[in-house]
């Protein structure tokens, strides 16, 4: 019997990635990471902090909720997190309000959910509690929700996850890592290395094979990785697009029962915060919600970086999918420009930096974050089982509360690493 460690490969060098492969490297394997990208990270993505003035988020920023995993990790890199606080404001198209648009729903709403024995649809749930025209303004507001917050089709997405968001307030609870969640990718990434695990950049997989009792990845460019296991921590749009054995095939299939939505993000920094200029009572926002084209905003409050951050979610992003970044850019302007009441000319005038990425069109990723439908968990109970050499995980896998955020990447990596050093 060989007394070599088990060859594992990772494809992906995410935060789930990273997190399992250094698990795995300090329980004893062998451990290479294929990543297509040029960097670390992923749908976490650093920008210069040349441009925006500190080292801004083009992905994932906020830290959702109680975050164990998160924060266990940011404590041993010596990374501070910093809870965000400030005003949430509104704009129905005339007035800027403090009220939430879903505030005035939000009582019967939850009778509603309260009540709520079986999972269905979010558009059906609706339609089944509140179809009369007296209720048009709470279904757009939980509508928007869905997709501004989940980045979901409320005609997929899980009333039972919305019920766990909206009940514990989903919006509650949120921090930032100083100097961003890129700190938190070096110090895995680092560890990473640390550990004896190799990570491979630019290193694209085209599919999975097995031959006898082992597995065989290999790249678009032909080259070959010999292995005991795969683990596949890519996006989930991307699994379509990797070959694979025939039964690892038939288990990526419930994938297909899992949500991913898909998210425009577009950072704009000015010369100063015309807005707290502009309009004194926004001196304290954070969150700004609209309907206009771009139709959420935040503030790095308390922070007073003068940077204003655009987020587009879910399935009516497809409306700006052929606008280029520029045109993105463009669209964020003309939004603030009618919330404010300002020539657009003067608002563009003022912005020294700017970034937007549709992460629909990002070649490794096919969208932003998974979200729930009535099928997710027996879903994800499918996908993460430890069985044959092909296995998945991601946080799309998560089945806490918070799945689709870089937690639930982390925890799923951990489990699926201890999972398999157990056995």
Request: negative net charge; glycine residues 10%; proline residues 5%.
């Amino acid at each position: 019997m060989s007394d070599q460690p088990d060859h594992i490969v990772i494809v992906g060098a995410g935060a789930a990635g990273l997190m399992a492969a250094r698990e795995l490297a300090r329980g004893g394997k062998r451990v290479t990471i294929l990543e297509a990208r040029d960097r670390c990270g992923g749908r976490i993505h650093p920008l210069p902090a040349s441009e925006f003035g500190y080292p801004a988020d083009g992905g994932a920023e906020f830290v959702h909720g109680e975050a164990p995993v998160t924060r266990a990790i940011a404590r041993e890199a010596g990374l501070t997190l910093r809870a965000i606080g400030g005003e949430q404001w509104s704009f129905d198209g005339a007035e800027f309000s403090r009220q939430s648009p879903r505030d005035p729903y939000d009582e019967r709403l939850h009778l509603a959910l309260k009540d709520l024995t079986e999972d269905l649809p979010v558009a059906d749930f609706l339609r089944r509690h509140f179809s009369g025209p007296e209720f048009a303004g709470l279904r757009h507001a939980v509508e928007r929700m869905v997709e501004g917050y989940d980045a979901a089709d409320p005609g997929r997405a899980s009333t039972l996850a919305l019920r766990e968001e909206w009940m514990n307030d989903g919006h509650a609870a949120q921090a930032r890592i100083d100097g961003g969640y890129g700190r938190l990718i070096d110090h895995l990434a680092a560890e990473c290395r640390r550990s004896g695990a190799a990570i491979r950049l630019g290193a694209t997989v085209a599919a999975v094979e097995e031959s006898g009792d082992k597995a065989v990845v290999r790249g678009a460019g032909g080259e070959l990785h010999n292995c005991d296991r795969v683990i596949l921590t890519v996006p989930l749009p991307l699994l379509r697009e990797i070959t694979l054995p025939p039964d690892a095939r038939v288990k990526a299939a419930a994938a297909d029962d899992i949500g991913f939505g898909s998210v425009i993000k577009i950072l704009l920094r000015f010369t100063r915060p015309w807005w707290r200029e502009q309009r004194e009572e926004l001196a304290d926002m954070i969150f700004l919600l609209s309907d206009e084209t771009i139709p959420v905003w935040w503030t790095r409050y308390p922070d007073q970086h003068p940077v204003l951050t655009g987020w587009f979610g879910g399935p009516r992003t497809a409306e700006l999918s052929h606008l280029d970044p520029q045109g993105l850019i463009d669209a964020g302007i003309d939004s603030l420009a009618t919330m404010f009441r300002l020539p657009r000319e003067g608002i563009a005038r003022d912005v020294v930096a700017a970034a937007a990425t549709n992460w629909a069109h990002d070649r490794f990723a096919r969208g932003a974050y998974s979200w729930a439908t009535p099928r997710t968990r027996a879903a994800q109970e499918r996908l993460a089982r430890v069985d044959g050499r092909v296995l998945f995980s991601g946080e799309a896998l998560y089945r806490g509360r918070d799945m689709g955020t870089v937690e639930a990447a982390l925890a799923s990596g951990l489990e699926t690493a201890g999972m398999i050093l157990r056995r």
